[in-house]
């Protein structure tokens, strides 16, 4: 019975972030159509921006609950820097291009990063347990849990509800769809497609930055993250459906129950059983649980 | 005249390889022979390239191929360099006949995205079953006997290299064959036009499939190579970062040209070794401003400025056609 509690509690948690972390991925590859391969580096960026300035404000003296307004700032910090140098500088000349070229082009600055966060914050792994253990715990069953993971997954759906209120019920939102639909006629309607697009992918960036944030204080942060963290992005929006906001939801709350199943009874297998999970979805349904199929192209 | 221009430069570059250990120092000759054994996984990844689709995970054959030489000499002493060659070529084209049943149905970013994965999957188990595969440590392999035959110690390195450019030339015959056949068209075609394969009578699972069981061959042959080259196996050989640099290397070769692939294997390896030494902590940003500079200004690989100085170059609108 604990291990049913410790398995459903974990996958909520695991869900939570995979779920921020996968609208971002999801949003962007909806928009742009680039699957943004540094969309785990940018949630790297964001876990350590996020650590840097809890430390700081710690040694400064201030109470450790300014730690919590920290790691907002840092995730949003980095998204909102990460996101638009990205696209101006280098997504927007490869819009059109072979996916292949994309690809590529986002691989690089994976590449990049990669390296850059190592000689921008060492490669000693940084821990920030205060904001972690400040908020006490409670106890489920015969295990207990921090309320700071309730935080987490509060914070987590409150932003996704709101990127969707953001897509779905604003008139930036409607401005996207239409972009998405037909970029042609959006332009000759006076939408300017090229804001749109660096728009939607700060957003994604943002995401993607907060969820690293996020999980800064339950983990040591530490470099080559990036590229374990975008297959399993992957593998979320994959299963959910490429593009889809529900599909994210869907997917993270099975990838995370998964990945907690495996860690708690075959800790070997964990990467595994989410890509056999993918590999079975995409059998059965090619585009995803929520995904619509595309017509094929002549 | 048109037989000459056409064989004079693979002759030339034959005889270059061959005169090659005479000319320059020991330690160039092993980066010679490590660099034409990942030549062999970078054609893999090359390809794949050629019909526009990109695999972020071929380190997963060039790992099997390596620790395929692990194996046999932990387990079973066997160190023939003759007898493990096929038997890592087998080996990785088996796997690539697995993973290849659901690998042959994705194109763009699934496939990008799934051989990435499973290579995650080969790399995590060499690090967590460590009572089997020892772990980061890795495993020692001892130099390789030819057919039964040990060579002394310090013929070794010489003969190495030449049993390594035999099996390029074979591979690099096998591979000509290959992109000259069918098959070897329709994988150019896919990245123009799928539909249009199965118009003209050809499944472009087959043509898929097949191609990634060369490509899974290509890639055990090479990690082989590599594994006696280097004399230690970790599990590194199946990590992202090696299928990356494997795409990097075809990337710079011209987007699945051979000869391209050839030179490039080379270069790289050459300047890994001095880049290695002098900003060991920048390596991969290197990497990734070279990629990001050919992607944006030299749309055919670095090949396009030899084919522009030759005279040779079709003005070609893009390295990759539109997938």
Request: aromatic share 12%; proline share 4%; net charge positive.
């Amino acid at each position: 019975m604990a291990t049913l509690t410790v398995i459903v509690v974990d996958g909520l948690i695991f869900a939570a972030v995979l779920f921020l972390l996968s609208i971002g991925l999801t949003l962007i590859f909806g928009v742009l159509r680039i699957l943004n391969l540094a969309h785990g580096s940018i949630y790297a960026l964001g876990g350590y921006m996020a650590s840097f300035l809890v430390l700081k404000v710690l040694k400064l003296g201030y109470s450790a609950y300014w730690s919590y307004p920290m790691l907002l700032v840092g995730g949003m910090i980095a998204g909102l820097v990460a996101g638009p140098v990205i696209e101006r500088l280098f997504l927007r000349r490869v819009y059109g291009r072979a996916e292949a070229i994309q690809l590529l082009l986002t691989f690089s600055i994976l590449l990049i990063l990669d390296d850059l966060m190592k000689i921008l914050f060492g490669t000693q792994p940084i821990i920030v347990s205060e904001p972690y253990s400040l908020l006490g715990q409670f106890s489920l069953g015969r295990v207990t849990y921090p309320w700071y993971d309730v935080v987490l997954i509060a914070v987590s759906i409150v932003s996704g509800g709101l990127l969707v209120w953001i897509v779905r019920g604003t008139r930036f939102g409607k401005l996207i769809v239409s972009v998405i639909t037909d970029r042609e006629i959006s332009v000759a309607m006076g939408i300017n497609v090229g804001r749109m697009y660096m728009v939607s992918f700060t957003l994604g960036a943002l995401c993607a930055a907060l969820s690293g944030a996020l999980i800064a204080p339950t983990i040591a942060v530490v470099p080559g993250v990036a590229v374990d963290v975008v297959v399993s992005s992957f593998a979320v929006i994959a299963i959910g459906g490429m593009g889809s906001l529900e599909g994210a939801a869907l997917g993270a709350l099975i990838v995370g129950v998964v990945r907690a199943v495996a860690i708690q009874l075959f800790p070997e297998l964990e990467l595994v059983m989410i890509y056999l999970i993918m590999v079975l979805v995409l059998m059965a349904k090619p585009a995803g649980l929520w995904g619509e199929a595309e017509v094929r192209r002549i | 005249m048109e037989v000459m221009r056409r064989w004079l430069a693979p002759v030339i570059a034959s005889a270059l390889f061959l005169a090659a250990p005479l000319a320059v120092p020991s330690w160039a000759v092993f980066v010679l022979t490590l660099a034409l054994a990942k030549f062999m996984a970078v054609l893999a990844v090359a390809l794949f390239l050629r019909g526009g689709l990109i695999s972020f995970g071929h380190a997963l054959f060039y790992g099997i191929g390596a620790y395929a030489v692990g194996f046999s000499i932990k387990w079973w002493g066997i160190t023939d360099a003759v007898l493990l060659a096929p038997l890592g070529t087998l080996l990785g084209a088996g796997v690539a006949a697995l993973v290849g049943l659901f690998m042959a149905r994705y194109r763009g970013v699934f496939f990008a995205m799934l051989n990435l994965g499973v290579s995650m999957i080969l790399y995590s188990a060499l690090l967590k079953f460590y009572w089997v595969t020892s772990g980061t440590d890795g495993i020692g392999v001892r130099s390789p006997a030819f057919l039964g035959i040990v060579p002394p110690r310090e013929l070794f390195q010489v003969i190495y290299y030449y049993f390594t450019l035999l099996l390029t030339g074979i591979v690099i015959c096998a591979i000509y064959r290959f992109l000259a056949s069918p098959v070897g068209y329709f994988l150019k075609a896919i990245g123009d036009n799928e539909v249009r394969i199965e118009y003209q009578g050809e499944s472009v699972r087959r043509v898929m499939y097949l191609t990634y069981i060369l490509s899974g061959a290509l890639a055990g042959l090479g990690g082989v190579l590599a594994a006696f080259a280097v004399g230690h196996i970790v599990p590194e050989y199946a990590f992202w970062a090696q299928s990356g640099e494997f795409v990097f290397v075809a990337v710079l070769g011209g987007y699945g040209s051979v000869p391209g692939s050839l030179v490039g294997s080379i270069a790289f390896e050459f300047i890994r070794t001095y880049a290695s030494k002098y900003m060991p902590e920048a390596w991969q940003t290197t990497l990734g401003v070279i990629m990001l500079f050919i992607i944006l200004f030299l749309p055919g690989g670095l090949w396009t400025i030899y084919e522009a100085a030759t005279g040779r170059g079709r003005r070609r609108p893009e390295g990759v056609s539109r997938g």
